[in-house]
């Protein structure tokens, strides 16, 4: 399994909102309103890239971005955090996610 976090710059709200719910079915953790941490095997990474990659075609304007950065569990759980603390072992896959096909 791999450690992703996404962290995004979107203007429009409606495709801000879909596509953080999106990343919440697919089982990222939200760190913070636009950045968000998870960990898949090659299969879900694909259709969940897949399924990214959809909504920004269909919906992406100018300026939008959405940043895809691989993390080792190691750097997660040494990062530092000023503030309320989050849940390293949630996002490292302690917990069990179920996948229903979804195309959009």
């Avoid at 992703?4 to 089982?27: Q, S, V």
């Avoid at 993390?71 to 996002?91: A, C, F, H, N, P």
């Avoid at 302690?94 to 996948?99: I, M, P, Q, V, Y």
Wanted: proline share 1%; hydrophobic share 40%.
């Amino acid at each position: 399994m791999i450690l992703r976090m996404i962290c995004y710059d979107i203007e429009n709200d409606r495709f801000r909102n879909k596509l953080a719910t999106k990343l919440l079915h697919f089982g990222f953790y939200r760190i913070q309103k636009s950045v968000f941490c998870g960990q898949h095997t090659p299969a879900q990474w694909e259709r969940c890239k897949d399924i990214i990659t959809k909504l920004f075609q269909r919906h992406g304007e100018e300026g939008d971005k959405i940043f895809v950065i691989i993390l080792s569990k190691r750097m997660l759980e040494q990062m530092e955090v000023l503030g309320e603390e989050i849940d390293t072992d949630l996002i490292l896959d302690k917990k069990l996610w179920l996948w229903i096909g979804e195309d959009d």
